[in-house]
Every structure is written in C-alpha cells, then in structure tokens.
C-alpha cells in the first residue's frame, strides 16, 4: 500500500511540473496583442472668410487633402475636415492626415447667397493661415476679383443651342472640381450667361462643369494651359 501511495504522489508531481513547463499551458490566453499604430499629429489650418474686408459668421468650411509623399506612398486625395466661421468670420479646423507627410489643401466656403469665385488652397508643413473669399451673388456683376500669383482667371459664357442661335442661360451654377468629387470653387451665370473664376492652376484644367435645374446632367470643358482661359459651356435642356 505504502508503495503504491508513493507511486500516486510522484506520478501527481511530475504531470504537475510537466503542466508548469509546457508552452500551450504558458501560453497567452488571450492571444497577441496587436500592434497599435503611431498617431499622426494634426496640423491646424485657420483664417477668416469675407467679402471685402466684411468679415462672414456661419459659413461652413470643407477642406479636401492631397497627401504628398517623399518616398514609399503614393499620393492620395483624401477628406481634411469641416467647419463653421463664428461671428468675425473666424475658422480652425484640425486637418487629419493619413500619414506624417505634408499635404496639399483645398478649402471652400458655402453660406446662402454667397460664393466662392477664387480656389483658396496651400500646403501645409505645420499649422497654416488660409483666409477665404466670398461674394454676394447680388455683386457678381460687378466683382471681378483678380488670380494671384501662379494662378489665373477662367471666364465664358454659360448657354444653351436653339432654333434661333445660342442663348445665354443665367443662374447655372459654375465650378471646378479635384478628384473624388470635391468642388473647390464655384460661381452663378449672370443675365448674360457669363461666369469668372479666379485661382485656377496655369496647366491644363478638367473638370470644369456648368449644371442648372430643368437641365439634363451637368456639362464638363476642359481649359486649355495658359495664363488666362475663355471657355464657354453649352448645358442642355431636359
């Protein structure tokens, strides 16, 4: 008896220190842990948005990005952030980037009665001022605000082809749009049918579109390189 009660003990003891040395029983039960990835910082892009000196509240602000890269990514569009001015017409919006790199931005501003004939755009290394500007669409007539440098202006006539010749269609909205969709400028036809729009790039520009409800799908030109660029674009009845 006294044999086999030993015989217990020291079998109860080595499956014991087996159970201590086997690597599944020493295992994680819960698995790995996954890497957690670096946070990218955001930068802060901030400005005032106005008509003349006059400074605009509740404008709502849409920032697209074009990620740069030095080496090892591929450039990308992507959706910056959103905001509102308050009541000087101030905004500051956090950019969030993909990655550490530095990024292209596009900026617009929307407020009812209002447009944005002048792309408003910058690259951003660090935190980075951007003032946008507006105009009252009772003053389209009479603005005509200038391209800065590297920059032009892009004009034309908004119309439509009839049995008696072309006619100018007034109240179509004009634009540019980037990749993924995103308008960075935009403007109304006058009475004339005519349109400006101010910032746009000195290479060759596509996307370029007029739209007016009761007419078909918005027409798309392209602007040929240049310092300035008229293009006049034909939209169709439905």
Not at 122 to 145: G, I, V
């Amino acid at each position: 008896m006294r044999t086999l009660l030993v015989g217990v003990i020291c079998l109860t003891l080595l499956v014991a220190a087996c159970g201590r040395n086997d690597p599944i029983a020493s295992a994680n039960p819960t698995g790995p842990t996954a890497p957690v990835p670096p946070t990218v910082p955001s930068l802060i892009l901030s400005g005032v948005v106005a008509e003349n000196g006059q400074p605009i509240d509740n404008a709502r602000l849409e920032v697209s990005g074009l990620q740069s890269c030095s080496s090892g990514c591929s450039s990308r569009q992507f959706n910056a952030g959103s905001g509102m001015t308050d009541a000087a017409g101030r905004y500051r919006i956090d950019i969030r980037r993909p990655e550490e790199a530095s990024a292209t931005v596009w900026a617009i501003a929307r407020r009812d009665g209002y447009v944005q004939q002048c792309v408003a755009t910058t690259t951003m290394h660090t935190d980075t001022s951007l003032d946008l500007r507006l105009t009252a669409m009772a003053n389209l007539s009479a603005a005509r605000p200038p391209s800065g440098p590297g920059s032009r202006t892009v004009s034309g006539v908004v119309f439509e082809a009839t049995p008696t010749g072309r006619q100018p269609v007034e109240g179509a909205g004009v634009g540019w749009e980037t990749l993924l969709d995103f308008v960075v400028t935009e403007t109304v036809s006058d009475a004339a049918g005519r349109y400006l729009l101010c910032g746009l790039p000195l290479g060759q520009i596509v996307g370029l579109f007029a739209s007016k409800r009761g007419y078909g799908n918005a027409s798309y030109a392209s602007v040929e390189p240049g310092i300035a660029g008229a293009v006049d674009i034909e939209i169709i009845r439905r």
